[in-house]
């Protein structure tokens, strides 16, 4: 279907029905709506610092996005607006929604900063200067991330690798994770799988009668790999390869194993984005593009590179009683979504 259709007026006797995500809330406006119905909820992504994991969570809006989102209705004309919520629990709301300096992952952003400010102030005096500053705690956090990846030395100064990663478009461990893929000659699947973690995975939810059908055909992908991220890649070079978002047998392969097209399509983009941007920086150049992808079918190359720039993020067996632990916790399960939890425990020590 084609966005554009939404501002086509409907044919006399009909009515027109849009169903929309909070773009509609302020970036649109469809001249002939007169009613809305407003679910008063939205995703939002926020990052739990302590435990280094982003979340995508659905929650009440603010009273100030209510108050837009009644706005849509009769944008031209008189119109009625039906909140899904009590009077009482619009009054409970926030004015207004958590900004977003205090709710996403913050290496991308420290590393930003250093290269904006003068040398003599640190990244957190900086950033405790913003209207809505994130906890000291948060921002600590983040500029030690930088140093154990080498983003930043000791005394907080930007490292030749902390100057290249923040030409990338990426947060800086991900990008650490495509410029060690140039040097290991591993970039195709390493640059796909670092959009896929970047934006967001393919693999759209199920419903409960085609889980075990969903859970089936990853197992299928991941062939003799057994890794998450290789099933994302080996989906999207399947995908790629039957022509993509305007072939027939594409979409037929996405519907066949729980796959969103239009997803693959804006990792297609932030790829070639990408790719782009690697020779801007000259690490791909006429004479090295023919070896780029000779260790694209090692798996043991590309899981390395992977460990190599997701870590700390890692887990290893415990030697005492076989269980998985990290360096914060003890104790942890793989998450029952991964391709892992079905397999038997790994015989490696990580």
């Known amino acids: 279907m084609k966005h554009d259709n939404v501002h086509a007026r409907s044919p006399h006797g009909k009515r027109k029905v849009v169903l929309s995500t909070n773009l509609a809330e302020t970036s649109i406006t469809i001249d002939d709506v007169v009613f809305v119905i407003d679910s008063c909820k939205v995703k939002e992504k926020s990052y739990d610092s302590a435990a280094g994991v982003s979340t995508l969570q659905t929650i009440w809006v603010s009273q100030a996005s209510a108050l837009q989102r009644r706005g849509r209705a009769g944008r031209c004309q008189a119109g009625i607006c039906y909140h899904l919520m009590s009077g009482g629990r619009f009054e409970r709301l926030a004015p207004h929604q958590t900004p977003e300096i205090m709710r996403i992952h913050l290496q991308e952003l420290c590393l930003h900063t250093k290269i ?189 590179v992977l460990c190599a720039g997701l870590y700390p993020s890692l887990a290893r067996k415990n030697p005492l009683n076989g269980k998985l632990m990290t360096p914060l916790e003890s104790k942890v399960r793989i998450h029952a979504s991964s391709i892992l939890a079905s397999l038997e425990p790994p015989s490696q020590d990580w």
């Open 116 to 304: 904006l400010t003068p040398p003599s102030v640190t990244i957190v005096d900086f950033l405790s200067g913003a209207p809505d500053p994130p906890p000291v705690i948060v921002l600590q956090r983040a500029v030690r991330s930088l140093r154990d990846i080498g983003a930043l030395d000791d005394g907080e100064t930007l490292t030749a690798l902390g100057h290249h990663l923040s030409r990338l478009t990426l947060e800086p461990r991900l990008g650490k994770m495509v410029l060690y893929s140039v040097l290991f000659q591993c970039v195709d699947p390493i640059v796909v799988i670092a959009c896929c973690l970047s934006y967001r995975e393919p693999f759209v939810l199920p419903r409960k009668s085609d889980m075990e059908r969903a859970a089936a055909s990853r197992l299928r992908l991941a062939a003799n790999g057994a890794s998450d991220h290789l099933v994302m890649y080996t989906a999207f070079q399947e995908w790629r390869r039957l022509g993509g978002l305007r072939s027939s047998a594409a979409t037929r392969f996405c519907n066949q194993n729980f796959i969103s097209p239009p997803i693959f399509e804006t990792v297609l983009g932030m790829r070639n984005q990408l790719m782009g941007q690697l020779r801007a920086a000259g690490f791909i150049n006429n004479h090295n593009e023919t070896k780029l992808n000779l260790n694209a079918d090692k798996m043991a190359v590309i899981k390395g």
